[in-house]
């Protein structure tokens, strides 16, 4: 039996040789959890499949480089956010409606970034970030968490950058004041 390939490995079989075994290995690795991830921040599981395939698509012609100095789960999720935000912002208004329909209907569930916000043992900030608004917690998933810019944000939120913006700096306000 071969030993595991760490995730870099893959990545320079991938980008050096094609070696499709080390793709499919990547492929195995992390198609389920970016799906998932995908899945809370969009209800459409068409576009969900198609951004993953589209990420992965990516990683196997090139045009998506890993620079050696990071976590592979989070330059994937990175890859996969940017191509959600374009796929949503190709939809318009109609995705938007969709998105705003989805989080109502799945408004009782919480999000597996929703958990984890609320489980951070450092301090009073579990507590002061579960005192946040669920608007306010969503800007932060998005632009902290999620690493979005504000207008990747107010895409995948279908707010307005504005709106992205004074959320954000609320947030931060209240964390401070909570915190101190």
Same mark, same amino acid.
């Given at each position: 039996m071969s030993e595991m390939r760490s995730?870099?490995?893959?990545?320079?079989?991938v980008a050096a040789d094609g070696d499709r075994r080390?793709? +499919? +290995?990547l492929y195995r690795r992390y198609a389920p959890w970016l799906t998932a991830r995908m899945r809370s921040r969009c209800a459409d599981a068409g576009v969900v499949d198609d951004v993953v395939q589209e990420t992965f698509l990516a990683v196997w012609r090139g045009s998506a480089r890993y620079r050696e100095d990071g976590d592979v789960a989070g330059w994937l999720w990175r890859i996969g956010s940017r191509r959600l935000?374009?796929?949503? =912002? @190709?939809?318009?208004? =109609? @995705?938007r409606l969709r998105q705003a329909l989805a989080r109502l209907r799945h408004r009782e569930e919480v999000?597996? +970034? +929703?958990?984890?916000?609320?489980?951070?043992e450092h301090g009073d900030l579990a507590g002061a970030l579960v005192r946040l608004s669920p608007e306010l917690r969503a800007v932060l998933q998005a632009t902290v968490v999620d690493g979005l810019t504000t207008r990747e944000a107010a895409v995948l939120l279908g707010i307005p950058p504005g709106t992205v913006k004074t959320r954000a700096m609320r947030a931060r306000k209240q964390l401070r004041e909570a915190l101190a």
């Open positions: 995730d870099g490995e893959l990545l320079r079989a080390a793709f +499919e +290995e935000v374009d796929a949503l =912002r @190709g939809d318009g208004a =109609r @995705g999000s597996a +970034e +929703e958990r984890v916000l609320a489980g951070v």
